[in-house]
T-cell receptor, first 109, second 117 residues
Framework: KNEVEQSPQNLTAQEGEFITINCSYS?????LHWLQQHPGGGIVSLFM???GKKKHGRLIATINIQEKHSSLHITASHPRDSAVYIC???????????FGTGTSLTVIP | DTGVSQNPRHKITKRGQNVTFRCDPI?????LYWYRQTLGQGPEFLTY????????KSRLLSDRFSAERPKGSFSTLEIQRTEQGDSAMYLC???????????????FGPGTRLTVL
């Protein structure tokens, strides 16, 4: 069983829809990251959070430490949001990172 | 461009050959990470440097793999006697970090895609 589970694995949405990607983890963490990976392979860090909620433009990330769950929301989705979104957690024990397998998002115009 | 850079971007090699990848982190970042990503999977942690010291290695890093960061700046990842299973994207990331466990955001390079024939 992976330390980090994401759902859904694949998601297709119409432009303008509100999107939610979920991440659950089973290890104790010091921080959780949401990453965006485009088809060329480049990874961009979207958020790093250890509690509560963060917002950047149309993106919102929340985390519930007690439930070991995080969500990434995209409001007013756009085709340029099409990418793989990866959840990663940093364990307490050191600098070990555990990654989810990613959610592939396609936003259709 | 002051981001993380990796070279080469693509490498095709025959099974049994040695390959070496280079990562140049953001200049003021003292932490450097190597990850491997296979198709359809998330990245897997390989190893981590704080300055020139290699502080952590995953069990995924077999004895055919070696990483160095001799001057605490750029890093190299060498794979000896490559196998077809080594085919993957090798990602490098860097971050600031002044004490163990500090939560510092990682910045990723574009990756080196290795294909072993």
């Amino acid at each position: 069983k992976n330390e980090v589970e994401q759902s859904p694995q694949n998601l297709t949405a119409q432009e303008g829809e509100f999107i939610t990607i979920n991440c659950s983890y089973s290890v104790g963490i010091s921080a959780l990251h949401w990453l965006q990976q485009h088809p060329g392979g480049g990874i961009v860090s979207l958020f790093m959070l250890s509690s509560g909620k963060k917002k950047h433009g149309r993106l919102i990330a929340t985390i519930n430490i007690q439930e070991k769950h995080s969500s990434l929301h995209i409001t007013a989705s756009h085709p340029r949001d099409s990418a793989v979104y990866i959840c990663a957690v940093r364990g307490w024990s050191g600098n070990q990172f555990y990654f989810g397998t990613g959610t592939s998002l396609t936003v259709i115009p | 461009d002051t981001g993380v850079s990796q070279n080469p971007r693509h490498k095709i090699t025959k099974r049994g050959q040695n390959v070496t990848f280079r990562c140049d982190p953001i200049s003021e970042h003292n932490r450097l990470y190597w990850y491997r990503q296979t198709l359809g999977q998330g990245p897997e942690f390989l190893t981590y440097f704080q300055n020139e010291a290699q502080l952590e290695k995953s069990r995924l890093l077999s004895d055919r793999f070696s990483a160095e960061r001799p001057k605490g700046s750029f890093s190299t990842l060498e794979i000896q006697r490559t196998e077809q299973g080594d085919s993957a994207m090798y990602l490098c990331a860097s971050s600031l970090g002044y004490r163990t466990g500090a939560n510092n955001e990682q910045f990723f390079g574009p990756g080196t895609r290795l294909t072993v024939l």
